[in-house]
C-alpha cells in the first residue's frame, strides 16, 4: 500500500535559517504529491503540490521538487519567519485519482525562534 | 476557504454512548472525507464518501459508520464511543477537478 515517511519534529531553528523537511514516500504508480501546513487549533492547508515527476511546488518562499528517482518530496525554505511556526503534512493522492483520500505522513512540529 | 464547517467543535463523551459528528459542505463538492488525527500517526482516512449513499471504508474504520443523504451533509457516528477514539476529526471535502483537498476546522472528541 502507500506510505508516507517524513522527519519527526520537533524541529526548532533560529529566524532567517535554511529550512528542509524530507519526505519520501511509496506508492505504485504515479501518485500527486502534497505539503500541508496546520496552525494551532485549525485545519490543514494546501501549502503546495505537484502532480508529475519534476515538478516543483512552491507557494509562500516554500518550495519541493517532485523526485520520482529518490522517490522524495522535500520541502524547503531559504529564511524562515516566526510566522512559519506550525505543523507541516507530506501526503500523497495515488494515481488512480483523489476519490480514495490521501496518505499522510505523521507531520513535522516546526518551531521557529526570534 | 470551501466552505466546511463541523459540529460540534468539541465534545466530551463517556465510554459506550453514542456519538455523531456533523459536516457541511457549501462548494457541492461530490467526494467527502473522514480523518483522524493522533500525536504519532498523522492524518488517517476514517471512511469517504463519492456521492450521496455512496460510502466506503478507509484505513480505520472499525467502530466507525457514515451517512451522506444529501450532497452537502456527511455524518460520522461512533455507536459506542470507546477512550482509543478520543482524538481530533477532521472533515475534507475533493471536487475532483483540481487535486486539493480542503479541510474543516475539526472537531475535538474526548471519551472517558
Known amino acids: 500500500g502507500n506510505s508516507v515517511t517524513q522527519m519527526e519534529g520537533p524541529v526548532t531553528l533560529s529566524e532567517e535559517a535554511f529550512l528542509t523537511i524530507n519526505c519520501t514516500y511509496t506508492?505504485?504508480?504515479?501518485?500527486?504529491l502534497f505539503w500541508y501546513v496546520q496552525y494551532p487549533g485549525e485545519g490543514l492547508q494546501l501549502l503546495l503540490k505537484?502532480?508529475?515527476?519534476?515538478d516543483k511546488g512552491s507557494n509562500k518562499g516554500f518550495e519541493a521538487t517532485y523526485r520520482k528517482e529518490t522517490t522524495s518530496f522535500h520541502l524547503e525554505k531559504g529564511s524562515v519567519q516566526v510566522s512559519d511556526s506550525a505543523v507541516y503534512f507530506c501526503?500523497?493522492?495515488?494515481?488512480?485519482?483523489?476519490?480514495?483520500?490521501?496518505?499522510f505522513g505523521k507531520g513535522t512540529h516546526l518551531i521557529i525562534q526570534p | 476557504d470551501a466552505g466546511i464547517t463541523q459540529s460540534p467543535r468539541h465534545k466530551v463523551t463517556e465510554t459506550g454512548t453514542p456519538v455523531t459528528l456533523r459536516c457541511h459542505q457549501t462548494?457541492?463538492?461530490?467526494?467527502m472525507y473522514w480523518y483522524r488525527q493522533d500525536p504519532g500517526h498523522g492524518l488517517r482516512l476514517i471512511h469517504y464518501?463519492?456521492?450521496?449513499?455512496?460510502?466506503d471504508k478507509g484505513e480505520v474504520s472499525d467502530g466507525y459508520s457514515v451517512s451522506r443523504s444529501k450532497t452537502e451533509d456527511f455524518l460520522l457516528t461512533l455507536e459506542s464511543a470507546t477512550s482509543s477514539q478520543t482524538s481530533v476529526y477532521f472533515c475534507?471535502?475533493?471536487?475532483?477537478?483540481?487535486?486539493?483537498?480542503?479541510f474543516g476546522p475539526g472537531t475535538r472528541l474526548t471519551v472517558t
Open positions: 462548494e457541492n463538492h461530490r467526494y
Open positions: 475534507a471535502t475533493w471536487g475532483g477537478l483540481s487535486y486539493e483537498q480542503y
Open positions: 506508492a505504485t504508480g504515479y501518485p500527486s
Open positions: 464518501s463519492y456521492g450521496v449513499k455512496d460510502t
Open positions: 501526503a500523497l493522492q495515488s494515481s488512480g485519482g483523489g476519490a480514495d483520500g490521501l496518505t
Open positions: 505537484a502532480t508529475k515527476a519534476d
